[in-house]
């Protein structure tokens, strides 16, 4: 197990926090596009729309290897 530990934000601040839960199936494809391609291009959207005041974070979710489950852990 790995813990990431960031600086708590002050109270006023502008905080955003992205969360991706990328499973396996985000791999295949749905209407000739892979889901986590779709989802890669609205999180850059959201991000390059986003003011500079805000201070924004990223937690992915998702299986380590393809096809073993079990292998979940907060990235």
């Given at each position: 197990?790995?813990?990431?530990?960031?600086?708590?934000?002050?109270?006023?601040?502008?905080?955003?926090?992205?969360?991706?839960?990328?499973?396996?199936?985000?791999?295949?494809?749905?209407?000739?596009?892979?889901?986590?391609?779709?989802?890669?291009?609205?999180?850059?959207?959201?991000?390059?729309?986003?003011?500079?005041?805000?201070?924004?974070?990223?937690r992915?979710?998702?299986?380590?290897?393809?096809?073993?489950?079990?292998?979940?852990?907060?990235?």
């Amino acid at each position: 197990m790995s813990l990431s530990f960031v600086s708590e934000p002050r109270f006023g601040e502008n905080v955003l926090c992205f969360v991706l839960d990328a499973p396996v199936s985000m791999w295949r494809q749905i209407a000739g596009r892979r889901p986590i391609v779709v989802a890669k291009e609205i999180f850059s959207s959201l991000i390059d729309q986003a003011p500079v005041q805000i201070h924004s974070g990223f937690r992915g979710y998702g299986h380590r290897r393809k096809g073993i489950y079990g292998t979940c852990t907060p990235g």
